[in-house]
Antibody, heavy 121, light 107 residues
Framework: EVQLVESGGGLVQPGGSLRLSCAAS????????MSWVRQAPGKGLEWVAN????????YYVASVKGRFTISRDNAKNSLYLQMNSLRAEDTAVYYC??????????????WGQGTLVTVSS | EIVLTQSPGTLSLSPGERATLSCRAS???????LAWYQQKPGQAPRLLIY???SRATGIPDRFSGSGSGTDFTLTISRLEPEDFAMYYC????????FGQGTKVEIK
């Protein structure tokens, strides 16, 4: 069974940093592009970043470029999101999501349950 | 950036009725790289449709997707009680963007 379990969320002050993790199981992690998608309270979905299965390509939404860094450790079946210079507008539930194997630009076929990040003083 | 506009914002229907949700793109979506997701309160999104018209694994055949270019549609042929939820379209042909969502509520 495919499982994606996020952790690392919490309350952080504006300008602070946080590192999110996503532990994957039930599939060959190293075969899949992986993404982070967020959802502000009461709002819609926003794609944040994604990374190729081998780590050689990564992409970001414009609003987080230069502040967030996506990474992965295929040996640990884990995806990460390092978030620096956090702003109030980064407050959201952050989901880890998987794309189907072997597809470079794709939809998200499995999602984790999300971890809440709150940026507030 | 491709902007996706979903309509209507809210759809009020009764169980057994047909639901038709629209997703319009600001420019053509290449190779019909469009997906639909369902989200219920407090839950993660669930993939329904990808490639504009292919149903994801385990999705009932009352859900169908159609369209190409800039106009796409999600149809639920007969609403079941569990279908009342938020629905989002997403394009993945040029970067990745979502529509703002359509809420399907019980009339």
């Amino acid at each position: 069974e495919v499982q994606l379990v996020e952790s690392g969320g919490g309350l952080v002050q504006p300008g602070g940093s946080l590192r999110l993790s996503c532990a994957a199981s039930g599939f060959t992690f190293s075969n899949h592009w992986m993404s982070w998608v967020r959802q502000a309270p009461g709002k819609g979905l926003e794609w944040v970043a994604n990374m190729k299965h081998d780590g050689r390509e990564r992409y970001y939404v414009a609003s987080v470029k230069g502040r967030f860094t996506i990474s992965r450790d295929n040996a640990k079946n884990s995806l990460y999101l390092q978030m620096n210079s956090l702003r109030a507008e980064d407050t959201a539930v952050y989901y880890c999501a998987r794309s189907p194997a072997g597809v470079p630009a794709a939809h998200f076929d499995y999602w984790g349950q999300g971890t809440l990040v709150t940026v507030s003083s | 950036e491709i902007v996706l506009t979903q309509s209507p914002g809210t759809l009020s229907l009764s169980p057994g009725e047909r639901a038709t949700l629209s997703c319009r793109a600001s420019q053509s979506v290449s190779s019909s790289y469009l997906a639909w997701y369902q989200q219920k309160p407090g839950q993660a999104p669930r993939l329904l449709i990808y490639g504009a018209s292919s149903r994801a694994t385990g999705i009932p055949d009352r859900f169908s997707g159609s369209g190409s270019g800039t106009d796409f549609t999600l149809t639920i042929s007969r609403l079941e009680p569990e279908d009342f939820a938020m629905y989002y379209c997403q394009q993945y042909g040029t970067s990745w963007t979502f529509g703002q969502g359509t809420k399907v509520e019980i009339k």
